[in-house]
């Protein structure tokens, strides 16, 4: 009961700032924007030239996903909160 009760308390008390991890979209996925064409053909070149990246932000309580393009330099920042895709 007191596992119980500690997992509640525990949900309750994250903040969402600390409770989401990052997945990068490789260039050979399909694009977010569901054009049906890989990310690498759609939006990846223009990504590239601006120095970003998209990642797929997932929440660890929920597993709500949303979609970012950040850059580079913001993801080198918080590299403890990617994790690697597993298809």
């Known amino acids: 009961m007191k ?3 500690n997992n509640l ?3 309750f008390n994250t903040t969402e700032k ?3 991890h990052y997945v ?3 260039r050979n996925d399909k694009c977010f924007c569901n054009s049906g064409k890989k990310y690498k053909a759609c939006h990846y070149p ?3 030239k601006k120095s ?3 990642v797929k ?3 660890e309580t929920t597993g709500e996903e949303q979609i970012k393009v950040l850059s580079v330099k913001r993801l080198r920042k918080e590299y403890y909160r990617v994790k690697s895709n597993v298809h």
Do not use: G, M
Request: neutral net charge; proline residues 0%.
């Open 3 to 5: 596992n119980i009760l």
């Open 9 to 11: 308390l525990t949900f």
């Open 18 to 20: 600390d409770s989401f």
């Open 24 to 26: 990068r979209i490789e």
């Open 46 to 48: 223009e990504h590239q």
């Open 52 to 54: 970003k990246i998209a």
């Open 57 to 59: 932000k997932i929440s």
